[in-house]
Each structure stands twice: as structure tokens, then as C-alpha cells.
């Protein structure tokens, strides 16, 4: 049997088997395909055979051909999907893989069916500009998966020659390069330099090139030392910069020591210690007239070598003459500077301080130990002596004494007394150091002015109100020179602290007027002018009794105990009149004794 192809050409003949004995064969379109059909009857067996003319011939199929692939790349096709089959269909391939519906790829011979997707692949060619086939055959009918290498438009790596030591902000052209490799033209594109082809006009924009077409490149090298600046060149993907390199700065910025004046006669004058920056490199270091030290090093007068942020240090030794000036002159990189000392003008040993002056303290407490604060002595040019009276010194610290001793220029110095046993009393400490003297005064506090503050209460003496006892002081009678004017000379006082006994716990203690049986008394004319042998004390008189009655009046107390509280050991005018009028005018027959008791009850 013959079947037709359906393009005038006849497909090679089938053989259908017709049983042991065929009666009869026709045709007929049993499954409704369009194409006839073939049924035999056989007769031996008395059965019939049906043959369906099935289509195993696909629709045409065509593969998209690729370009520009890259080389050696596994290229893959589109996927197609297979149609007009009645059948599954035989499928084969030549140069390549195919897979069905997303399967593994394969290149053995297998079978397609109806509506199945086939994709193909292979591996492209490893030269430019070449074409890899694939050949996929199903069903008898075939088509060609094509890929096509990329054109060569990559050259052979090249290279520029880098340099250094170039000169600061110059134009620099790098050597000339011969581009190959090419198979076609190639773009070209440039970024921080020029270029030029062959020897023509150097451009920054983009360009062409072919192979074995020349190049060099440009650019302006860095305005800084030991720069590097970069062009980079790309032909065809292929890249390469061209790089600069400016000199080493070996010069250093400007330096400066500091000169020193004063010093004393052939003394090692050592300069301030200078951090050298702005060097790109080691520079050399040479010094006249003195010596060197990097980094805290040994000194040298040798020439030596300083890098970027190293220390150097320059001395010596100063002049053997007063006010002379000696340099040492300090070299690097070829920046200079000179570094001077100049010695003390001729002068005499100083032993004299400038004046100083302890702060005076107050309100300080009782019978305690007093530390001033500490004051630094100047103005010396050697050491001096120094002493105290009635204290302690010490010196930077150390432990104090009342010893003798010495003291340096530019020392601290701090003295220390006991305070007063009595209140609003000062106590003095006076330091000699070079002749000059100084003095460090602490005063106690104040103590209350008055004994109680409120009015005592009426006593059993009628309408008299008791006073609380007060013992007197014990106050040694005034040793007072022949009368003259000036001041009478009184022995200090010898004061016991008063006992006071409360109104309300003691009141057998108190003293009446009834029972003072002092038998002297004091006239009027002895409180203004007392016969002690003394000067008239008028205004004094005046004064202190005006005293006293403000003190009545403002603090409730009897005018001789606040007489004797206020002005006691101040003045002693003061304290002739109080003990005047303290021991002689204590009875009631006086005038005076009358007045102060009228003023103490007003």
C-alpha cells in the first residue's frame, strides 16, 4: 500500500496484514480523521481487521536562529509546540539536545505525541563570528536551530607603562600601544585623560578603533606630591589605566623653634620639641652649631634622616658670656630655622622676696590649730633665710617647724598658729624670709554679747528685780607711770571665764543692793576725771556711759557688765574707768552709783 503525502510524492509503500484468509477489504473513515480507513474480513476466521490511517507527520516546525551569542555559551532554542500528529511520531536530533515538555535533555532517538513542546541546545562556537547547528527531525519532518558567535570586537590585553617621579601639575603622555586581536571594529571610550589613534588629535569623547591601530593616552598629572592620578582606556570590554605618580614631597612645612633668653652662663640650652609635618617622604636632616634629637632620641650632630610627624629636638650649650647669643641652625628637606638662646645680663645675688601677704582669717573657732593659706615667694635669684615668731612653716609641703631655715625662688610657703583661748581675740604669726616681713593673723569668733536676753523675773526683794550673779573678773590694778598725757601703762588683765547662775535655780546667790557693803565710794568728779594719777578721761566717761544706756535700753543689762563685755581689754582709758567704777561704785551713797542705777532701770 501506497500512501500519498499529500504533496504529489507517495510515502514508501505499508504492509497491512489481511489475516489467513481475506474475503473482502474496503475503506472507510472510521474515526472521523478525514483519512480512509481500512477493514479486511477474513474469512478463515470468520473476523475482520480494522486499520486506522493514523497521522504520525507533524505540522512544519521552525526553530528562532540566534546571533551575537557569546562564545562557548550553551545556547538554548525557543520551545515549540508539535501539531498534526494522530500519533506519537519519531524524533531525532544531530548537533545538539532536545527536551519534551521541559524534561531532561537528551540526544537519543524518543518519541513525540500531539501537542508535546520539543526546546533544543548547544553549545556555540568558540570563535567569533561562527554558526553552530542543530538538526531536529520529528515525524519525518526536520528543521535547523542556528546560533552565530559574536562579532570579535574584543582585542588582545594591553597595557600601558605606569610612571613615577613625574613632575607636580605637568602634561604626561604615555607610551604608544599597537591594539590586535580584533575582528572587526571595536568602540573605544576614555575617563579622566585624552586619547589618540594613530597618532592624531588626543579627544576625551568615545570613539572606533581597529585592530592593529595604534594608541596613547594623557593626562595632567596631581599639583600634590607623591600623587597618583589615573586614566582609564576600554576598547571592545578590555580595560587598562594609565597611572602617574608625582615626586616625593621631601620638603617639610615651615618650622619654627622657639628662643630662649636669660640663661644662665654655659648652661645646656635644650629648644622646644617640634612635630615636623607636610612630608611625603623621608627627608635629610643636618644641624650647625649644636645637636639634634628625633623622636626622644640620642642627640647627634651627624646628618640624619626625619619622616612625616617625627619629633626633633635641638640644644646647646649656652654662651660663657652675659648677654650674648649663641644659634644652632636646624636644616630639613632644605627648610631651615635657628634656634637661639641668649644668656642673663650680669646682675648681683638677689636675696630679697617680693612682698607677700597672707590672708587673714576670723571667726575661726578656740584654742585650735590655724594653717594660712600658701603664698609663693618670688623675686629671688638665690636662696634666702627665712624665721617665724609665735608659729609653724612649711616649704612645698614638707613638714612644718619653727626652726630657721632657707628658702628658694618660686617656692610655696604656709604658716600655722594655735588660736586664741578667748573670743574676738587675734592671734599673730609674723614670717621673716629675706628681710621682708609677713604676717598671718587668725581672730576667734565673737562670743554672745550678752549674758540672757530676756528680763529677769521680780525677785522676793519687793519690786526689785535680782540681776544674775556674774563673778568679777580678776583684773590687776594698772601700773600707771607719773601723770603725764599719754596713755597709761596697765598690765594685761587676767580674766576667769564668768560664772552665771539662772535667776530662777540660784536666787540665794543674788546680790541686792542692801547687801554691797563696799565702804568706799566714788564722787561724780571721779568718773569724769579719776584720781589715779592718770590724765583727765572726760569724753571717755561720757562716751561709755552713753554706751551703756543704749545697751540697757536695746539689751536689757546692767551698764558696767556691758561696759566690761564691749570694751574690755580694747582701750585701756576704757578699762581704767571700768575698774574705776567696777570697785568704787558700788554703793548706793554715790552720786554716780545713783545715775548708773537710774540708767539701768530706765
Known sequence: MLLNNGNGSFAPKLDIAAGADPVEIMSQDFNGDARLDYVILD????????????????????????????????????????????????????????????GAFTT??????????????????AAYFMVTDTVVTIGGVSDTFSSTTITDTVPDVFSFTDQTGVTLNAQITSNTLTITGLGATAAISITAGEYSVNGGAFTAIGGLINNNDTLAVRHTSSAAYFTVTDTVVTIGGVSDTFSTTTITDTVPDVFSFTDQTDLALSTLATSNTLTITGLGAAATISITGGEYSINGGAFTTANGSVSNNDTVTARHTSSANYLTATDTVVTIGGVSDTFSSTTMKKKTVDKTPDFFVFSSQSNVSLNSQITSDAVKITGMNATTYISIAAGEYSINGAAFTAADGVVNNNSSVRVRHISSASHNATTDTVVTIGGIVGSFSSTTSTASAFINNTEPTAGSQGNAVPEPVISEPVISKPVISEPVISEPVISEPVISESVISEPETAATDIKTPETITETRSISEAEIIAPTNGGGPVSVWGLVILLVALIGRRSKKQSPSCFIHSTFFAKKPTVDLIFSKINSSAQTYTSTAHRLLCLLRYF
Open 43 to 102: 474469512g478463515a476466521g470468520d473476523i475482520f481487521t480494522i486499520y486506522l490511517n493514523v497521522d504520525t507527520t507533524p505540522d512544519a516546525f521552525s526553530f528562532t536562529d540566534q546571533t551575537g551569542v557569546a562564545l562557548s555559551t550553551l545556547a538554548t532554542s525557543n520551545t515549540l509546540t508539535i501539531t498534526g500528529l494522530g500519533a506519537a511520531a519519531t524524533i531525532s536530533i544531530t548537533g545538539g539536545e532536545y527536551s519534551i515538555n521541559g
Open 108 to 125: 537519543a532517538n524518543g518519541s513525540v505525541s500531539n501537542n508535546d513542546t520539543v526546546a533544543v541546545r548547544h553549545t556555540s562556537s
